[in-house]
């Protein structure tokens, strides 16, 4: 498994490069935006959480019980919160029912915070 730090860097870095595919409200979607798990080979948009989880090859993708053996439970709230910030569960919605892209800056931050060191 990746160290938290560096997989945390190389998920911000992710986002950024690909904002099409940074979304809110779930950990991971198909092409479809068909919610998947972030380990599934078919996974394409990811959350700030989602993101990590792909990047540190977790495999539980069931339940939160990695991400709070890692951050904790307060760290896992504060990247979840931070990257759906400002955006309400209807707002997240498309019109085909799949999960809409967000700007996402509160979760990269979280992120690169972890990534430098410091708590989420």
């Known amino acids: ?48 959480l989602g993101r ?6 977790l495999t539980d993708t069931r339940s939160f019980k990695e991400f709070v053996k890692l951050l904790g439970d307060d760290g896992v709230h504060e990247v979840y919160s931070r990257n759906d910030a400002g955006a309400d569960y209807k707002s997240r919605l498309g019109p085909d029912g799949g ?10 931050a979280a992120l690169r915070e972890i990534a430098n060191g410091n708590p989420a």
């Open 52 to 57: 990590l989880g792909k990047e540190l090859g």
């Open 1 to 48: 498994m990746t160290d938290l730090k560096t997989a945390a860097a190389r998920a911000a870095d992710w986002l950024e490069a690909n904002p099409t595919k940074h979304i809110v409200g779930i950990l991971a979607t198909d092409a479809a935006k068909r919610e998947v798990s972030y380990s599934d080979p078919h996974a394409e948009c990811f959350c700030a």
């Open 99 to 108: 999960f809409e892209m967000c700007d996402g800056s509160g979760g990269i």
